[in-house]
T-cell receptor, first 111, second 115 residues
Framework: GNSVTQMEGPVTLSEEAFLTINCTYTATGYPSLFWYVQYPGEGLQLLLKATKADDKGSNKGFEATYRKETTSFHLEKGSVQVSDSAVYFCALNFGNEKLTFGTGTRLTIIP | GAVVSQHPSRVICKSGTSVKIECRSLDFQATTMFWYRQFPKKSLMLMATSNEGSKATYEQGVEKDKFLINHASLTLSTLTVTSAHPEDSSFYIC???????????FGPGTRLTVT
């Protein structure tokens, strides 16, 4: 079946540091890939997505590129802020099927 | 953008009672709604998928008689936790998807505590 493997957290960085959160997937075919963010006490918000190979999703300074060769969709940001502290989930699906989530990575940014 | 609300945001109930959680799509018609459960520091576990006007499809291991899901209109789905027990305490999150759309929009979640 489909699965998503995420970098285990928690991840703690200083403000303005470079962020990478690794995500790889296993699926038959080419799924759509997503990053969701969950702020404390809230539900999930879509951060960015990519629907085909080599697509780059970007939002709020975050980027992720769909790499079919390495079946990866790593999340990056050049300079993190305290307000980026949250839990980040990588996910995939096919068309209108259910989302398969990774286990989530808790990110804490310290001033 | 598409907005999904949940009510209540927090609920505390006594063991053995039932509690209903509502999920509403505020500005679009949600033909499909999903219910997830999230354990502390864990990922989301899909409990069931509901399509408007039909019975929900439950994931393996989820008791359909305990977690009753109703999707009677295009803007409302409800999850009722029947005869709740402390182990049902969790964060319940719904999401909604419009017809011919691939994107799910998530509600803010409901924190259920069973004492």
């Amino acid at each position: 079946g489909n699965s998503v493997t995420q970098m285990e957290g928690p991840v703690t960085l200083s403000e303005e540091a470079f962020l990478t959160i690794n995500c790889t997937y296993t699926a038959t075919g080419y799924p759509s890939l997503f990053w969701y963010v969950q702020y404390p006490g809230e539900g999930l918000q879509l951060l960015l997505k990519a629907t085909k190979a080599d697509d780059k999703g970007s939002n709020k300074g975050f980027e992720a590129t769909y790499r079919k060769e390495t079946t990866s969709f790593h999340l990056e940001k050049g300079s993190v802020q305290v307000s980026d502290s949250a839990v980040y989930f990588c996910a995939l699906n096919f068309g209108n099927e259910k989302l398969t989530f990774g286990t989530g990575t808790r990110l804490t940014i310290i001033p | 953008g598409a907005v999904v609300s949940q009510h209540p945001s927090r609920v505390i109930c006594k063991s053995g009672t039932s509690v209903k959680i509502e999920c509403r799509s505020l500005d679009f018609q949600a033909t499909t709604m999903f219910w997830y459960r999230q354990f502390p520091k864990k990922s989301l576990m899909l409990m069931a998928t509901s399509n408007e006007g039909s019975k929900a499809t439950y994931e393996q291991g989820v008791e359909k008689d305990k977690f009753l899901i109703n999707h009677a209109s295009l803007t409302l789905s409800t999850l009722t936790v029947t005869s709740a027990h402390p182990e049902d305490s969790s964060f319940y999150i719904c999401s909604a998807r419009a017809l011919n759309s691939y994107e799910q929009y998530f509600g803010p979640g409901t924190r259920l505590t069973v004492t």
